[in-house]
């Protein structure tokens, strides 16, 4: 190559590589993308009940503006889930101002409201102005409206509080309707109304419940007439610190033929005494039904329930105890009940009876009349697995009323009809006093409640399974 030449082709190199290779040096930075923003500005034209709201769009940036508006509410802190008003839609341009009028405000009133504006960026985007604007609604026609004062919340616990109110006056009409706002921010919102009728000078209340514990509630009361609504002034409380709940345990159960014994112990009574203790079983684990068993118990003292009348299957329970701060549970546990398949056995004449394998000294001995074997009224239920509790004589009425599971028993000394669930039923024969005791054909009892009777003539004996 002639050296001569050599320059010119290390300027023509250096000239391809700047060219080519570094492009970006050669064009426009690409523009960082920006979100439009928006500011709020002061309201106008404000009345008792409506406002006329003003916004701004103070950078158009990037995107194109979807929808605009406002959020407002009577609480300083203004989110997108406060109320919302519409301003329009559709683009904006740069330093554009919007406007919208709410109505339906309070008289006498502070609102706050922000500018938002919606843009697309692929997907909507909400945008709220970084300043919060502020404008109290007026009060016209306050002479013609009633005069109401909030007094201090009294009865206050964890969970509740008595609101007070006073009708100052009752304005240029009748009360209408009185009550009180409620709520966890300064400006109360939950409406309860108490009265439509009152007079001049009556005092009011409200017993609110429900309420969180260690909480500060706002509240103020209110009136009405037909010029209008008055407030009182907000006043505020804190509840009570929550009580403990009580801690309780489920123990296990024991089961035998058609009954099972729940246990349970209060292990924690909490920060008040015990009001409910019991237990809550069941065939489902919701366990719906319920046995207080009593009202107030000791700190590890075990309490217990005896079920009877349970037909055979699988069962489930859980102990509870109740006090100021609430009720608490103890584990579920499920537990068996299963039928014996030991029989009774009872001799004629003989007043030791071998009931379900058991064999125990009795009240009176079997006794054969009419070819009908009787027993007292004790043996015979609890040979079909009724306990003693449920086996009821009520003197004045001659009558025996026997209970076992939704099986219910009832017969009249001399009278060979026996009710079973309220239903008539007549035997042939008749419960009797013998020996000064209730006696019950066995047969027609056993028989109702699944059993059967045999008779052994050689050993004379009746035999129940």
């Known amino acids: 190559m002639n050296m001569k030449n050599r320059p010119l082709s290390l300027l023509l190199t250096l000239v391809f590589a700047f060219v080519f290779l570094a492009p970006s040096f050669l064009l426009p930075a690409e523009a960082t993308a920006a979100a439009p923003t928006v500011t709020a500005l002061s309201a106008s034209?404000?009345?008792?009940?409506?406002?006329?709201?003003?916004?701004?769009?103070?950078?158009?940036?990037?995107?194109?503006?979807?929808?605009?508006?406002?959020?407002?509410?009577?609480?300083?802190?203004?989110?997108t889930s406060d109320a919302k008003i519409r301003a329009g839609t559709g683009n904006l341009d740069e330093d554009e101002e919007f406007e919208a009028t709410i109505n339906g405000l309070k008289p006498d009133t502070r609102y706050w409201f922000r500018a938002y504006i919606i843009y697309d960026n692929s997907r909507e985007r909400t945008v709220l102005s970084a300043t919060t604007r502020t404008f109290t609604t007026t009060d016209s026609g306050a002479e013609d409206r009633p005069e109401v004062s909030t007094d201090s919340a009294t009865s206050i616990t964890s969970n509740s509080a008595r609101l007070n109110g006073e009708i100052d006056s009752i304005g240029a009409s009748r009360i209408?309707?009185?009550?009180?706002?409620?709520?966890?921010?300064?400006?109360?919102?939950?409406?309860?109304?108490?009265?439509?009728?009152?007079?001049?000078?009556?005092?009011?209340?409200?017993?609110?419940?429900?309420?969180?514990?260690?909480?500060?509630?706002?509240?103020?009361?209110?009136?009405?007439?037909?010029?209008?609504?008055?407030?009182?002034?907000?006043?505020s409380f804190f509840t009570e610190e929550g009580d403990e709940k009580p801690s309780v345990t489920t123990k296990a159960v024991t089961t035998g033929d058609g009954y099972a014994t729940?246990?349970?112990?209060?292990?924690?009574?909490?920060?008040?005494?015990?009001?409910?203790?019991?237990?809550?079983?069941?065939?489902?684990?919701?366990?719906?039904?319920?046995?207080?068993?009593?009202?107030?118990?000791?700190?590890?003292?075990?309490?217990?329930?005896?079920?009877?009348?349970?037909?055979?299957?699988?069962?489930?329970?859980?102990?509870?105890?109740?006090?100021?701060?609430?009720?608490?549970?103890?584990t579920l546990r499920s537990f068996e009940v299963t039928r014996s398949s030991a029989p009774s056995v009872f001799f004629?004449?003989?007043?030791?009876?071998?009931?379900?394998?058991?064999?125990?000294?009795?009240?009176?001995?079997?006794?054969?009349?009419?070819?009908?074997?009787?027993?007292?009224?004790?043996?015979?239920?609890?040979?079909?697995?009724?306990?003693?509790?449920?086996i009821v004589w009520n003197a004045n009425t001659r009558t025996v009323t026997l209970t076992k599971g939704t099986t219910t028993v009832r017969l009249e000394i001399g009278s060979p009809i026996m009710y079973v669930n309220g239903s008539a039923v007549t035997m042939d024969t008749a419960p009797e006093i013998s020996n000064s005791r209730a006696c019950l054909p066995i047969a027609h009892i056993v028989r109702i409640f699944g059993y059967t009777a045999y008779w052994d003539g050689a050993s004379r004996a009746v035999t129940i399974r």
């Open 45 to 79: 034209s404000i009345d008792d009940d409506s406002a006329t709201l003003n916004g701004r769009l103070t950078s158009a940036g990037t995107y194109d503006v979807v929808e605009y508006g406002f959020y407002y509410d009577d609480d300083d802190n203004v989110t």
């Open 176 to 235: 209408t309707e009185y009550g009180f706002y409620y709520g966890t921010k300064s400006s109360p919102s939950t409406k309860k109304k108490v009265g439509s009728r009152i007079d001049e000078g009556d005092d009011f209340s409200y017993k609110l419940t429900g309420l969180k514990s260690d909480t500060r509630y706002y509240f103020r009361a209110y009136a009405r007439n037909a010029e209008g609504i008055s407030y009182g002034s907000v006043r």
């Open 262 to 330: 729940l246990y349970g112990v209060v292990t924690d009574e909490g920060d008040s005494d015990i009001e409910a203790y019991g237990f809550y079983y069941g065939t489902t684990s919701n366990t719906p039904n319920k046995i207080k068993v009593g009202n107030r118990i000791a700190e590890d003292k075990t309490f217990s329930y005896q079920l009877t009348g349970l037909a055979p299957g699988n069962y489930y329970v859980k102990a509870y105890a109740t006090n100021d701060g609430g009720t608490s549970y103890g």
């Open 348 to 390: 004629i004449g003989s007043s030791y009876y071998n009931i379900r394998g058991t064999y125990q000294a009795g009240e009176a001995a079997p006794y054969i009349k009419n070819s009908r074997t009787y027993l007292p009224i004790r043996p015979v239920g609890n040979s079909v697995g009724i306990a003693d509790k449920d």
